[in-house]
């Protein structure tokens, strides 16, 4: 089978010559910072905590949320640790060798065949 003519309007369009200058290199990045590594709402957290006045201020304000009875302090702690510690990981335990061929039998059965 012989390959189609490509079409005039469907071939790559080069770039203009004054163009030339400001293309991409073979290997370099669009993007050579990369994403963010971190977000705001976590640099800010990083500052109050790194600052002893306003942590000092801030273990106040929590322990008064606490004993008036709410969640407020405690959510306040959690987000806090969340972002600057990162989240708690769960580890989990799973039984992960199961043969393909008892799996489909048993599938079979659960099924009527």
Same mark, same amino acid.
């Given at each position: 089978?012989?390959?189609?003519?490509?079409?005039?309007?469907?071939?790559?369009?080069?770039?203009?010559?004054?163009?030339?200058?400001?293309?991409?290199?073979?290997?370099?990045?669009?993007?050579?910072?990369?994403?963010?590594?971190?977000?705001?709402? &976590?640099?800010?957290? %990083?500052?109050?905590? =790194?600052?002893?006045?306003?942590? @000092?201020?801030? *273990? /106040?304000?929590?322990?008064?949320?606490?004993?008036?009875?709410?969640?407020?302090?405690?959510?306040?702690?959690?987000?806090?640790?969340?972002?600057?510690?990162?989240?708690? &990981?769960?580890?989990? %335990?799973?039984?992960? =060798?199961?043969?393909?061929?008892? @799996?489909?039998? *048993? /599938?079979?059965?659960?099924?009527?065949?």
């Amino acid at each position: 089978m012989a390959e189609p003519a490509i079409k005039k309007e469907n071939r790559k369009k080069s770039l203009p010559k004054e163009a030339e200058p400001y293309k991409f290199k073979p290997g370099q990045s669009g993007n050579p910072s990369g994403r963010p590594k971190k977000k705001p709402i &976590t640099e800010l957290f %990083e500052r109050i905590m =790194s600052n002893p006045e306003l942590v @000092a201020k801030f *273990e /106040a304000s929590i322990a008064n949320s606490i004993m008036k009875g709410g969640m407020a302090g405690v959510m306040y702690v959690k987000e806090a640790a969340d972002r600057i510690e990162g989240k708690v &990981t769960q580890p989990i %335990e799973a039984d992960i =060798s199961v043969n393909l061929a008892d @799996a489909i039998a *048993e /599938a079979r059965k659960r099924a009527g065949r």
